[in-house]
T-cell receptor, first 112, second 108 residues
């Protein structure tokens, strides 16, 4: 049982490049989330997927797109990276009934 | 939107000391949780505590939902308690809001 996994762990992009961050969970959770964490700040919700087949915007969705590929996987795409998207990205999942939210190890992204 | 205020923002403790961290919400929240982010960046759920009191070893938490605040107690602190403590909640649905965190450093 690996929990929530994220790939890659680190990434450096040039302005304008695109990339997809991958997230997978093996806990059969319904809901999945993407957050970003900037230095000295808490986490801010980018997008979430309440259940397979649905996605919704969070607090800071501009510049991102998501895909809930199946129940296990939830990907985050940056179509045209900007320096303001330099951050640490966390994926999380939660099971039915709203209990503990489980986080992946994070992806540290730098956009130059 | 809802505001989450955590205090104190920074805290330095001598090993063995006790502390209380506070989380205030500007509006009623559901599904209140406390997290610890260790110095390596890993986020661990400490408590799911929408109301009442829970204890887990040296840590305990109390949420008074009617007054929109929650407290995290750390007793007999250890150096491994260092890191950032976050509270988070939602106002219905799935949009979780995090506080800015309390940065704790425990000195040996």
């Amino acid at each position: 049982n690996a929990g929530v996994t994220q790939t890659p762990k680190f990434q450096v992009l040039k302005t304008g490049q695109s990339m997809t961050l991958q997230c997978a969970q093996d806990m059969n959770h319904n809901s999945m989330y993407w957050y970003r964490q900037d230095p000295g700040m808490g986490l801010r919700l980018i997008y979430y997927s309440a259940s397979e087949g649905t996605t919704d915007k969070g607090e800071v969705p501009n510049g991102y797109n998501v895909s809930r590929l199946n129940k296990r996987e939830f990907s985050l795409r940056l179509e045209s990276a900007a320096p303001s998207q330099t951050s640490v990205y966390f994926c999380a999942s939660i099971g039915q009934g709203w209990y503990e939210q489980y986080f992946g190890p994070g992806t540290r992204l730098t956009v130059t | 939107g809802i505001q989450v205020e955590q205090s104190p923002p920074d805290l330095i403790l001598q090993e063995g000391a006790n502390s209380t961290l506070r989380c205030n919400f500007s509006d009623s929240v559901n599904n209140l949780q406390w997290f610890h982010q260790n110095p390596w960046g890993q986020l661990i759920n400490l408590f799911y505590i929408p109301s009442g009191t829970k204890q887990n070893g040296r840590l305990s938490a109390t949420t008074v939902a009617t007054e929109r605040y929650s407290l995290l107690y750390i007793s007999s602190s250890q150096t491994t308690d260092s890191g950032v403590y976050f509270c988070a909640g939602d106002t219905g649905g799935f949009k979780t809001i995090f506080g800015a965190g309390t940065r704790l450093f425990v000195k040996a």
